[in-house]
């Protein structure tokens, strides 16, 4: 019996052997190269793309200088190429990865809060407290701000809404009140 010798697949006219991962692709799976065997090259596209992937990274880890220098040269030549991109993709991005871009935020928060904490609260008792409202009702009173006025009005009109106080009564309560200030100073 006859042992017949291993054959491999040849190249032919449709389809080629890519030397470099052995399978054998249609002839347009290859770039054109006149010198090259059926007008094109040796190589599949796809692994000279990844050739050139890896030559490239290799170089790139080589030249971290030259790699930095070129990109603060592009950004500086293409800002508003950036800002226009940057603009367009921001809201697409958030989109698609909004849940670990609010996860990395909170994160953020937390670790902001712990190396900036809030002052302790400040604890009132009810003494201070009253005390406090005074003072804060003496400045309303003596500023005669609309919340001020509007409770004049409602004192005199129990029921009555303060939001369904006009302003031009507010006005007039004010003069008003202004007007008995001044008698109550004149006499003193
Ligand atoms: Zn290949």
């Keep these: 019996m006859r042992i017949e010798p291993i054959r491999f697949k040849t190249d032919s006219a449709e389809s080629r052997v890519c030397i470099k991962c052995g399978v054998e692709k ?5 770039a054109k190269d006149k010198k090259g065997k059926y007008g094109r090259r040796s190589q599949c596209r796809d692994c000279e793309r990844a050739g ?5 990274m290799g170089w790139k880890r080589r030249n971290p200088d030259r790699v930095k220098a070129a990109r603060a040269q592009y950004s500086n030549s293409h800002q508003e190429v950036i800002r226009a991109n940057s603009k367009r993709n921001k ?15 909170a994160v953020k928060r937390r670790q902001f809060r712990i190396e900036n904490p809030l002052p302790p609260k400040i604890v009132q008792t009810a003494e201070e407290i009253k005390k406090g409202l005074k003072s804060y009702n003496q400045r309303q009173s003596a500023m005669l701000t609309d919340g001020y006025v509007k409770k004049q009005i409602v004192k005199r009109m129990p029921g009555v809404s303060r939001a369904d106080i006009p302003a031009d009564l507010v006005k007039l309560k004010r003069d008003m009140l202004l007007l008995k200030r001044s008698r109550k100073n004149g006499v003193t």
């Excluded at 249609?26 to 290859?30: A, E, G, I, P, R």
């Excluded at 050139?52 to 490239?56: D, E, F, I, L, Y």
């Design 91 to 105: 809201p697409i991005y958030y989109k698609k990865n909004r849940e670990s871009i609010l996860a990395r935020a």
């Design 26 to 30: 249609d002839l347009d799976q290859f």
């Design 52 to 56: 050139n992937t890896k030559r490239v």
